[in-house]
């Protein structure tokens, strides 16, 4: 079948005998690890753009790049056309390859960055690149704040860039492998839920600072920094993953780790595990040379490249842009981009809870399949109405508009239990110790590069494909519906060490990776 199934043989056969309960230890330990998300979260929502999954690439809907104290400050010529257009609904005003360049810097450098962040999560931990990262966003929000200039503003930005290149990269692993395998999916979604609300909170920050003339938007810029903060202290107060911890050599240390985040002493199945996946991790020295390897084919092609890229593929971004036109038609006026957000926003938490509360139990491949197809309706349904009713300078009608609400909301409640959260989750869960740190920095910049391509192209296709850029992407979730069906197995409740076995008994997949068994481990150096 197309999910493939749990391999009968392998080294790696203890999953029957792992035991934990629930532990305070452990909720702090992943609570404050996930903080990580709320400082990526404020960074999208008050600068109203878009990242993993969550692209907002919104110029005028919200945020410090649609202010007008900030666009007459460091873009005058967008603010002209900005008050020129002011009641347009059309597909091309918005287009200004300058300001999407200046939002895109961030991408950018976290796409760099992340590899840097690589090697310290592998030889230093996952806590060294929470704390890094935490660092350099701090130092960004300040310098971001203190902006006299477009290229202190572009600094801040490389600064920010970096620590979300960092965060990405660690915060994920973090929360898979401190999480005990049949609740690793909600443990995970954590990320997901605290960058929600981050955005969810950076929406009412930036209302309230809009009002503030003629430095609010300083003040938004300026709280990124308190998520930074909290994600420092995360960093300083959590323990470092058992995983981590016996990849640098602690196994003392690492014993003791486990114990408390399970809440028992017999942890001896798992640890033994970690043990044996620790010995193959040792004898690799370049691993992203490792991952071209047959072996670890179906993590690259599905966690590292598929995955990753599609996230930013749904066409959440294109959804979202005409959130505050729509609620304008409905007669918000100056509030719609408040109201759009708000809603946008308030949807994407509550579809995370939904995500987080049954994706142990239906699993990661039915939330991708369902959820998609719901998508594809809600594309279909919005290019269909805008090739009739936009475009033609005036304001949509009305019942148009609530209609076009109504199927944003739901494509948002969808994209928020599946490409938004999972995108994360499941690439994290897919590699082996010996290249996991390599591997998620390949997620972190394939992640960036789509986003930043995506921010860059989106207004200027939307200007010339027009409503068809929505069909453009319903086709695009087909096909990652198919590939999700035919390559994706179900990785539901099987402990992180063991995820390759599902690969081994893969109907496709395991006439390329083998029986490791039969591939000596002196392969892999």
């Excluded at 110029?59 to 202010?67: D, E, H």
């Excluded at 692993?173 to 999916?185: D, F, K, Q, T, V």
Aim: with cysteine; charged share 15%; hydrophobic share 50%.
């Amino acid at each position: 079948m197309a999910g493939g199934g749990f391999a009968e043989a392998g080294p790696l056969k203890r999953a029957h005998l792992y035991k934990h309960r629930f532990t305070l230890y452990f909720a702090f330990s992943c609570l404050v690890g996930a903080l990580g998300g709320s400082l990526f979260g404020y960074d999208l929502g008050v600068s109203a753009e878009s990242e993993l999954g969550l692209e907002l690439n919104m110029i005028f809907s919200g945020g410090v790049t649609s202010m007008d104290d900030f666009l007459k400050k460091f873009f005058p010529n967008v603010y002209r056309r900005k008050q020129m257009h002011l009641k347009e609904t059309d597909y091309c005003k918005y287009d200004n390859q300058l300001l999407t360049l200046f939002t895109s810097s961030l991408y950018f450098s976290a796409l760099v960055m992340t590899f840097a962040a690589s090697h310290l999560t592998r030889k230093k931990g996952r806590k060294a690149s929470i704390i890094v990262g935490s660092l350099s966003f701090l130092a960004g929000a300040i310098i971001n704040a203190a902006a006299e200039n477009i290229a202190m503003l572009i600094i801040g930005r490389v600064l920010l860039g970096g620590g979300i290149g960092f965060g990405n990269q660690a915060v994920p692993l973090y929360l898979s492998e401190m999480a005990p395998a049949n609740i690793r999916g909600a443990v995970n979604q954590l990320f997901q839920f605290t960058t929600c609300m981050g955005i969810l909170i950076a929406n009412v920050v930036n209302y309230i600072t809009d009002k503030i003339h003629p430095n609010g938007w300083r003040i938004s810029l300026g709280l990124a920094g308190v998520p930074a903060i909290l994600m420092l202290i995360g960093g300083i107060l959590c323990p470092e993953t058992p995983n981590s911890l016996v990849e640098q050599g602690k196994e003392k240390e690492a014993r003791i780790i486990l114990e408390k985040i399970r809440g028992t002493k017999d942890v001896e199945a798992e640890f033994l595990d970690l043990i044996d996946a620790s010995k193959e991790a040792q004898a690799i020295q370049n691993p992203f040379r490792n991952l071209l390897k047959s072996k670890y084919r179906p993590q690259l092609v599905i966690g590292a490249l598929g995955i990753p890229a599609f996230q930013q593929l749904t066409g959440n971004n294109s959804i979202l842009f005409y959130a505050p036109v729509i609620f304008q038609s409905l007669g918000f006026g100056s509030r719609a981009s408040l109201y759009s957000s708000l809603i946008t926003s308030g949807a994407l938490v509550v579809a995370t809870l939904i995500s987080m509360a049954l994706v142990d139990k239906f699993g990661r491949r039915a939330f991708f399949l369902e959820a998609g197809l719901e998508m594809i309706c809600c594309m279909v349904a919005v290019a269909v109405v805008l090739a009739r009713e936009f475009g033609h300078g005036e304001e949509l009608s009305k019942g148009i508009s609530i209609f076009l609400v109504i199927m944003i909301f739901l494509f948002v409640l969808a994209y928020g239990r599946s490409w938004g959260p999972l995108g994360w989750l499941v690439p994290s869960e897919l590699f082996p110790l010996e290249i996991r740190s390599a591997a998620q920095s390949i997620v972190v910049c394939v992640n960036m590069i789509f986003t930043a391509l995506v921010a860059q192209l989106f207004l200027l296709s939307l200007c010339h494909l027009r409503y068809g850029i929505f069909l453009l992407f319903a086709g695009l979730i087909v096909i990652m519906s198919f590939f999700v069906f035919f390559l994706l197995p179900e990785t539901k409740k099987v402990p992180i060490e063991e995820i390759y076995l599902l690969f081994e008994n893969h109907w496709f997949w395991k006439n390329i990776v083998g029986q490791r068994q039969q591939m000596h481990k002196s392969t892999s150096t």
